[in-house]
């Protein structure tokens, strides 16, 4: 079941829509569209299926989008098609039954028949097959300072760069698909990545703030 292109709308619009086209499953749909709608880019996603393998690993890269019946799931039902979606850089698409999956702290599977389900912290077995986790690493603290080591701290003196380049290595991250070179591998001109910025943070993507106080 999906809805009208609600790329737009509020959570609270989506909401009241669904409430008042009195489906069945509504408890189920609320939950499968406010776990869309919360997507950001930068989050981790993963696709199973049901309770017998993972599909395949990725990073979302855009904001919620609309394309009428892009997901044809062949049923004869349109309402299992899905109209709905968000871009995604996949760093894993082999599909991988769960019997081989390690899963050395025997931590709880996905849920055999769910719909965007949400999980955190991620799980370690997850962690493994992206981040190739060493075995002896096996601690939650461990996996607190795997997930720290994602982030990127840029210091020195007023004027060597920091907002200059947090704004770059931001873009990248919110729009892969940016380039900051031009065809000959020329860096392009900073107006050209200021506009990009400003894309991004009025469609609501990201949101520098800048702060004189850092702990350490």
Aim: charged letters at 25%; one cysteine or more; proline letters at 5%.
């Amino acid at each position: 079941m999906d809805l009208p292109d609600y790329t737009d709308w509020t959570w609270r619009e989506i909401e009241t829509y669904i409430e008042e086209q009195g489906y069945k499953d509504e408890a189920d749909a609320l939950t499968a569209h406010r776990n869309l709608f919360n997507m950001l880019p930068g989050d981790l996603i993963c696709c199973t299926n049901n309770n017998h393998g993972l599909f395949g690993i990725g990073v979302v890269c855009s904001q919620r989008k609309y394309e009428g019946g892009i997901h044809d799931t062949e049923s004869v039902d349109t309402k299992e098609f899905y109209d709905h979606y968000v871009d995604v850089a996949w760093l894993k698409n082999e599909y991988t039954k769960k019997e081989a999956i390690k899963n050395p702290q025997n931590e709880t599977w996905w849920e055999p028949y769910g719909t965007l389900k949400e999980k955190s912290p991620i799980p370690y077995y997850i962690l493994n097959i992206v981040f190739k986790i060493p075995a002896e690493i096996k601690t939650e603290q461990s996996k607190e300072k795997i997930m720290a080591n994602l982030n990127t701290i840029l210091y020195g003196p007023p004027g060597t760069g920091k907002t200059y380049n947090t704004i770059s290595k931001a873009i990248l991250i919110a729009n892969p698909a940016f380039s900051l070179t031009d065809s000959d591998g020329k860096d392009i001109p900073r107006t050209g990545v200021k506009a990009e910025y400003e894309r991004l943070v009025k469609v609501g993507s990201m949101h520098l703030q800048v702060s004189s106080k850092y702990k350490l």
